[in-house]
């Protein structure tokens, strides 16, 4: 069975660090790239930070950057988002997402094409 997992939600506070991570199965991760996304009830679906599997390059959402750290552990076959610095808004469920391609790092949800079910992660005091 195709699938993306993700793991690591939770509730934090507002200053904390929380990890996600995301394991592919039934498929490589080799030639794709991996993004995480967030939503809320109501609200489009916002892309986070996106990485290149095959060299590593990675991209990230302006809401984010300087906080959160995408990276792949090749070992252990997962992507993992490193959240820093929590703010509340970051309050949201937390989707990973891989899309076939060899050089792109893609940034819109309508390029990837596997989704994982989600992490709710809840930042509040």
């Known amino acids: 069975q195709v699938q993306l997992v993700e793991s690591g939600g939770g509730l934090v506070q507002p200053g904390g660090s929380l990890t996600l991570s995301c394991a592919a199965s039934g498929f490589t991760l080799d030639y794709k790239a991996v993004g995480w996304f967030r939503q809320v009830p109501g609200k489009e679906r916002q892309g986070v930070s996106f990485i290149n599997y095959n060299d590593g390059r990675t991209y990230y959402a302006d809401s984010v950057k300087g906080r959160f750290t995408i990276s792949r552990d090749t070992a252990r076959k997962t992507v993992n988002l490193q959240m820093n610095s929590l703010k509340p808004e970051d309050t949201s469920v937390y989707y990973c997402?891989?899309?076939?391609?060899?050089?792109?790092?893609?940034?819109?949800?309508?390029?990837?094409?596997?989704w994982g079910q989600g992490t709710r992660v809840t930042v509040s005091s």
């Open positions: 997402a891989a899309a076939p391609t060899y050089y792109d790092v893609p940034s819109q949800a309508y390029e990837y094409e596997y």
